[in-house]
């Protein structure tokens, strides 16, 4: 594996340079995959594109499903990255099945990282690896603002509704949209922040607690949930005191 960490900035101020100076628009960054694996290169959540790992494979007679062989390009991969830890701003690079992979995150022996998990991007055949870097650096960052700085494999998966949407505001069909932290941990909470809570029927009954949905307790409650609960008791208490 390699780290992106010594000569970068350098190569992004002229990657920046040439950007500007060209007279043609500059085109649209493009990965194959994008995954969130936990410690042990589990899936949590995660999206192909294109053609790549889409069809399935036949090997010794017996055919492969799709699934199975993107779960033995995982297996692979973590075969990689396991033991290394990427710091947010330090993407670490592998190559699998000729693919480049980039990611951040995850934990070694002698880390003492927020969390196991890492945020990986696989580019197709030409991609540069810098841009892949700091795809993947954004991402890591809006993930780690959504999970309150924590992201291990728990709070991932008890938010996991949001790392999809985290996903889906990242990049549509390969195509990256938005790759600013900040703004992408934004537009999740904005977009989450639509829809309604709705009462579970299996709590109607239940005594409310104090400041909360009826129903729901503090230790049911998402980081996002949360949130939402004290902006929305900031907005009430300014609006009380502008009626007063």
């Known amino acids: 594996h390699r780290s992106l960490d010594i000569e970068r900035p350098d190569q992004q101020k002229s990657l920046i340079i040439a950007l500007k100076m060209s007279p043609f628009p500059p085109l649209l960054p493009k990965v194959d995959a994008i995954l969130v694996l936990d410690g042990d290169g589990n899936r949590l959540a995660g999206k192909y594109y294109g053609e790549f790992l889409k069809k399935s494979e036949a090997e010794d007679g017996k055919v492969s499903s799709i699934e199975e062989v993107r779960a033995s390009f995982e297996r692979q991969l973590q075969s990689k990255i396991q033991g290394i830890a990427a710091r947010p701003d330090a993407a670490e690079i592998v190559t699998v099945m000729g693919r480049t992979a980039v990611f951040c995150g995850g934990t070694n022996a002698n880390s003492n990282g927020n969390g196991d998990v890492r945020v990986v991007h696989v580019g197709p055949p030409g991609e540069s690896e810098l841009v892949l870097a700091h795809l993947t650096e954004g991402m890591y960052d809006a993930l780690n603002h959504l999970m309150g700085g924590t992201t291990d494999r728990?709070?991932?998966?008890?938010?996991?509704?949001?790392?999809?949407?985290?996903?889906?505001?990242?990049?549509?069909?390969?195509?990256?949209?938005?790759?600013?932290?900040?703004?992408?941990?934004?537009?999740?909470?904005?977009?989450?922040?639509?829809?309604?809570?709705?009462?579970?029927?299996?709590?109607?009954?239940?005594?409310?607690?104090?400041?909360?949905?009826?129903?729901?307790?503090?230790?049911?409650?998402?980081?996002?949930?949360?949130?939402?609960?004290?902006?929305?008791?900031?907005?009430?208490?300014?609006?009380?005191?502008?009626?007063?």
């Open 154 to 244: 728990t709070m991932v998966l008890d938010n996991l509704e949001l790392v999809f949407l985290l996903i889906d505001e990242h990049c549509d069909g390969g195509i990256i949209l938005e790759t600013d932290g900040g703004k992408l941990a934004n537009a999740v909470l904005l977009r989450d922040d639509e829809g309604p809570m709705e009462a579970d029927p299996a709590s109607q009954g239940m005594p409310a607690t104090p400041g909360l949905p009826a129903g729901v307790t503090s230790g049911d409650m998402t980081i996002v949930q949360a949130l939402r609960q004290a902006r929305e008791q900031f907005l009430g208490n300014l609006t009380s005191r502008d009626g007063m």
